[in-house]
């Protein structure tokens, strides 16, 4: 029972993931035709940012780049990746073994750079990421053994 929960705790997650990432990708669509450069000036000024600092600078500087082929790329990419994290999260939610397996090979994929990211620029929170996602991986495979034990026994 506590299993079950746990699997359906991360497919919850992994649902929430994939519906910001989709709203992600329907606001990139949405900003299609319109002037992108002017409205990250306007959020820029907007949230009191000194436009001259170096975050606010490289974000105006990439806004400035994107035409309405990269908006239309990245609400793309950002529909895959909503549309993988909801068919994980139903697998998941519906105890699947191949979402279980699925979930832990798409955690898994992040791990390698998770270690560079705290090798090179070691934090707490690439620390919390690290763990967080060691912990999913693992626990999606301790339940694909028990289900393994299971069918066997």
């Known amino acids: 029972m506590r299993l079950s929960q ?26 299609v035709h319109r002037n992108v450069q002017q409205l990250a000036e306007a959020l820029v000024t907007h949230a009191h940012l000194n436009p001259a600092a170096h975050t606010p600078r490289v974000f105006l500087e990439f806004a400035g780049k994107l035409d309405d082929a990269h908006l239309m790329q990245l609400a793309a990419a950002a529909l895959a990746y909503s549309a993988v994290r909801m068919v994980e999260a139903y697998g998941l939610w519906f105890e699947r073994a191949w979402g279980e ?19 090179h620029q070691p934090s707490l929170l690439s620390a919390a990421l690290l763990a967080v996602n060691l912990g999913v991986v693992g626990f999606m495979i301790y339940s694909l053994r028990q289900r393994r034990a299971a069918r066997g026994a």
């Open 6 to 31: 746990g699997i359906r705790t991360v497919a919850a997650i992994e649902a929430a993931k994939g519906l910001v990432v989709l709203l992600t990708g329907f606001g990139l669509f949405a900003l």
């Open 101 to 119: 397996a699925f979930a832990a090979a798409s955690g898994a994929v992040y791990l390698p750079f998770e270690c560079r990211e705290l090798v």
